[in-house]
């Protein structure tokens, strides 16, 4: 991912880094949809800080094991979605 992106303003992280998906307006300090994903991309650099990044990445992976497969497709999925992450098709 990092070799694809070179040159480009996006860049590539991996878990653990924070990403708070806000609600609507919602203050930094009140966000409680706290997500690490395995793999992201973020394509807007405004939202990286010293605690990681505000905002929907560009772009997600996670990897499924049996122990975290209900969590990342339903509830991690869900927040994604909410919060804009683009879909994959």
């Avoid at 395995?38 to 505000?54: A, N, P, S, T």
């Avoid at 905002?55 to 994604?80: F, N, R």
Wanted: charged share 30%; with cysteine; proline share 7%.
């Amino acid at each position: 991912m990092a070799n694809a992106l070179e040159g480009k303003s996006s860049r590539a992280y991996v878990a653990p880094f924070d990403v708070r998906l806000p609600k609507s307006g919602e203050a930094d300090d009140e966000v409680d949809t706290v997500v690490q994903p395995d793999v992201l991309i973020v394509c807007d650099r405004h939202k990286l800080d010293e605690r990681g990044m505000r905002g929907a990445p560009g772009w997600v992976a996670e990897v499924l094991s049996p122990t975290t497969l209900s969590h990342d497709q339903i509830i991690k999925l869900a927040a994604y979605e909410r919060a804009g992450v683009p879909k994959s098709g």
